[in-house]
């Protein structure tokens, strides 16, 4: 098969497109026929060395594609699936366990599936798992526009949140279209100073912006970090619970985003598409930070 592996860290440029190994499912779990794979940071800090990773390596999780073996129940060959590979997943062919997968609706296309896994459910996970997320509280999204913040905009204005939004100028129209009540530009507001008694607070930027959405966030209220070290004494000392917090599989989960999405409540921006080939100028874009919604790899015809 046709796979993007890396054999040592470094730029974009370590991305080669070559022939790699057929992986093989082990029981309880299938063989996808990849037809698109998202793209998130977490493989490019890999790619870089800033995790670390067994190499040489086949990147990526976020998949969606056809089942070509299955060693497990509940899938059958032919059925069309979307979740977290276990092999990597720039690859023609990918292994998944059966409960980090669920079957793909049909109103939706293999590139709006490859785009749920990772970033819909770090949305959904740090939205309604950890901080709780009631309808009627306000919950403050910090980078709306990305991957993961245009998600949790609508899955918080969905469960009936007064959603806010922080990202560009540029991105004001796109975010406040997905749902979102207010929008507050970085660049020309400091949201320490403009906000306060927020429910829930949702960092998905990191550095100074976890220290700034503390001061927005009410006593009692929560503040959720998926991008930093989250400031726990000092939101201690305001009453407020901060926690930084990892994505967990859950094809429940998956699932249910999915039907949102067929139902037309919730939509995935994908920001550009490109073939299996060009994974490396996949990488360039993610890696500069400034994209609207998703990156997807396509990966041959389907």
Same mark, same amino acid.
């Given at each position: 098969?046709?796979?993007?592996?890396?054999?040592?860290?470094?730029?974009?440029?370590?991305?080669?497109?070559? #022939?790699?190994?057929?992986?093989?499912?082990?029981?309880?779990?299938?063989?996808? /026929?990849?037809?698109?794979?998202?793209?998130?940071?977490?493989?490019?800090?890999?790619?870089?060395?800033?995790?670390?990773?067994?190499?040489?390596?086949?990147?990526?999780?976020?998949?969606?594609?056809?089942?070509?073996?299955?060693?497990?129940?509940? &899938?059958?060959?032919?059925?069309?699936?979307?979740?977290?590979?276990?092999?990597?997943?720039?690859?023609?062919?990918?292994?998944?366990?059966?409960? /980090?997968?669920?079957?793909?609706?049909?109103?939706?296309?293999?590139?709006?599936?490859?785009?749920?896994?990772?970033?819909?459910? +770090?949305?959904?996970?740090?939205?309604?798992?950890?901080?709780?997320?009631?309808?009627?509280?306000?919950?403050?999204?910090?980078?709306?526009?990305?991957?993961?913040?245009?998600?949790?905009?609508?899955?918080?204005?969905?469960?009936?949140?007064?959603?806010?939004?922080?990202?560009?100028?540029?991105?004001?129209?796109?975010?406040?279209?997905?749902?979102?009540?207010?929008?507050?530009?970085?660049?020309?507001?400091?949201?320490? #100073?403009?906000?306060?008694?927020?429910?829930?607070?949702?960092?998905?930027?990191?550095?100074?912006? +976890? #220290?700034?959405?503390?001061?927005?966030? /009410?006593?009692?209220?929560?503040?959720?970090?998926?991008?930093?070290?989250?400031?726990?004494?000092?939101?201690?000392?305001?009453?407020?619970?901060?926690?930084?917090?990892?994505?967990?599989?859950?094809?429940?989960?998956?699932?249910?985003?999915?039907?949102?999405? +067929?139902?037309? #409540?919730?939509?995935?921006?994908?920001?550009?598409? &490109?073939?299996?080939?060009?994974?490396?100028?996949?990488?360039?874009?993610?890696?500069?930070?400034?994209?609207?919604?998703?990156?997807?790899?396509?990966?041959?015809?389907?």
């Amino acid at each position: 098969m046709r796979a993007v592996l890396i054999h040592e860290t470094g730029g974009p440029e370590v991305l080669r497109l070559e #022939e790699a190994a057929r992986p093989e499912p082990q029981d309880g779990q299938v063989l996808i /026929r990849v037809h698109a794979v998202s793209v998130n940071p977490i493989e490019w800090k890999h790619r870089r060395g800033l995790i670390a990773k067994q190499l040489p390596a086949v990147l990526g999780s976020d998949v969606s594609g056809t089942v070509e073996v299955s060693r497990a129940d509940g &899938f059958a060959v032919g059925e069309d699936v979307f979740g977290l590979a276990a092999s990597g997943g720039y690859a023609e062919l990918a292994t998944a366990a059966a409960d /980090r997968i669920a079957s793909k609706p049909a109103g939706i296309s293999h590139e709006q599936a490859a785009a749920i896994p990772v970033a819909g459910l +770090t949305a959904w996970q740090a939205l309604f798992d950890h901080a709780g997320l009631q309808p009627g509280q306000t919950a403050l999204i910090a980078g709306a526009a990305g991957g993961v913040g245009h998600f949790a905009v609508q899955f918080a204005k969905h469960a009936g949140a007064r959603v806010l939004g922080t990202g560009s100028s540029r991105n004001r129209d796109f975010v406040l279209g997905m749902g979102a009540d207010e929008y507050f530009d970085y660049t020309q507001q400091d949201v320490a #100073e403009v906000l306060s008694d927020v429910d829930v607070a949702f960092d998905t930027v990191g550095g100074k912006t +976890t #220290e700034s959405l503390l001061s927005t966030v /009410r006593s009692g209220g929560t503040l959720v970090t998926i991008a930093g070290a989250p400031p726990e004494q000092a939101a201690a000392q305001r009453g407020v619970r901060a926690e930084r917090f990892g994505m967990n599989p859950n094809s429940q989960q998956l699932a249910r985003i999915a039907d949102l999405m +067929t139902a037309g #409540e919730v939509q995935v921006e994908i920001a550009e598409t &490109f073939p299996l080939a060009e994974a490396a100028h996949a990488h360039a874009l993610s890696e500069a930070g400034h994209t609207r919604g998703k990156l997807v790899l396509v990966v041959g015809p389907y």
